[in-house]
């Protein structure tokens, strides 16, 4: 009996120690069952407390072993975060949805699900480690809901562009401009007389600018540099009010434009160009290609792309002494031969691949897509190539195929894969089964 009593002592007091490793991992810090740990400073639990979707204006500072790793003070004013959905457990979004109106807390979050979950980085890659733990000091300073955030936004934009208009009137005041702006708000002056036509919509436009903020700051300038500013007008390449000011513009003149916000970046930030910024443009139109020319240019350079991809293929081939095709142009080796069965047309071919351009660039594989990728076979569902190269193989086989442009995306730009573009597909046919 007594050495039983013992036995349980040891198991009790065993439980002890781990609860208390546990507890003491952080001093003075409870734990959910999530894994957040958990401090108050002060805590008014009669005050508001955020439910889903509200945005917190919140005081906070981030530290990893007890050093500042970030303060949001700094970069910003007021700053609001959004409750959300928990992204893991034990996440900040749960500390938030703790904390009432006033409540200062601390708080323990795994850093390597913030790194991961929230910024897309491997952790190594920011200097944690896998049991880095950061710390949230936070107060909760104001609870909105959605609607009234979204109201706010819209307020303070609607007074960003009051006060953007008033800088405007008040510069054009100041600096005794005369001219009577377009109906867009736009005032152009005159520098230089041109003696060329003004170009029209699909003409491509080459100019010098520069470009500042109505206090004088520079924030852009081709001026002296060889490479010149062009873009082709009515493609909304560029502002609003470059598509309305070099068509009024000949070839030769130069001007100065004071653009308002509305017809520049209006509310977004660009660069070191502000949100709600005026602007004053120095431009001097230089040359002016026609719609006819630009179509000759195009078709002279796909021209040339298009020789240097097929003499690319056959340099490939050459290399790589690759022999072996079929009618149509496609290429290929085997390079893990079977006695298995060909799939039919209409039967399924699970196959993997790996996908690349001839200078062995990857362009993507199947792993990408799950632990296989199912083909059906001879029914047009993937490109021309790789589905003439699936009938060719055997069940277990392995094989290289090189496809000329023509059996892949042909003249055309596909994505981010650029106009007559060969692929190599290296593909291992898994099995081959009816599709039913």
Known sequence: MKRKCFVWVWVCLGAMMMFSACTQRFPGYKKTQDGLYYKFYSSNTSANQPEKTDFLKVKMACYLHDTLYFDWQQSAGDVYSQLKEPQFAGDLMEAYAMMHVGDSASFYVKADSIAVKYY?????????????????????????TEEEFQADIENMKAQMLQDSKKVLADYVATNNIDVTPE????YIIQKEKGKGRCPVKGEKVELDFSASLLNGQEVGSTFGNPEKFSFVLGEGYTIQGWEEIVPKMHLGERVTA???????????????????????????????????????????????LKATSEQAFIDYLKKNGITEHTASGLYYTKTLATDGKQPAKGQL????????????????????????????????????????????????????????????????????????????????????????
Request: proline share 5%.
């Open 258 to 304: 004071i653009i308002p916000t509305e017809m520049a970046y209006g509310e977004h930030s660009v660069g070191t160009i502000p949100p709600y910024s005026n602007l004053i443009y120095d431009i001097k139109l230089l040359k002016i290609t026609t719609a006819a020319e630009l179509q000759a240019e195009a078709e002279k350079a796909m021209k040339a």
């Open 349 to 436: 071919a699970q196959i993997k691949f790996v996908a690349s351009y001839l200078d062995g660039t990857k362009l993507g594989d199947s792993d990408q897509l799950g632990e296989h990728y199912d083909v059906p076979v001879g029914e047009g569902k993937v490109l021309k190539g790789l589905d003439e190269g699936i009938a060719l193989m055997r069940e277990g086989e392995k094989a290289r195929f090189v496809l000329p442009y023509t059996l892949a995306y042909g003249a055309n730009p596909y994505g981010n894969i650029p106009a007559y573009s060969n692929l190599v597909f290296d593909v291992e046919l898994l099995s081959i089964k009816d599709n039913n």
């Open 183 to 186: 109906p867009s708000g736009i």
């Open 120 to 144: 897309d980085q491997a952790p190594a890659a920011v200097g944690l480690k896998a049991d880095d733990y950061l710390r949230y000091e936070v107060k909760l300073v104001e609870v909105k």
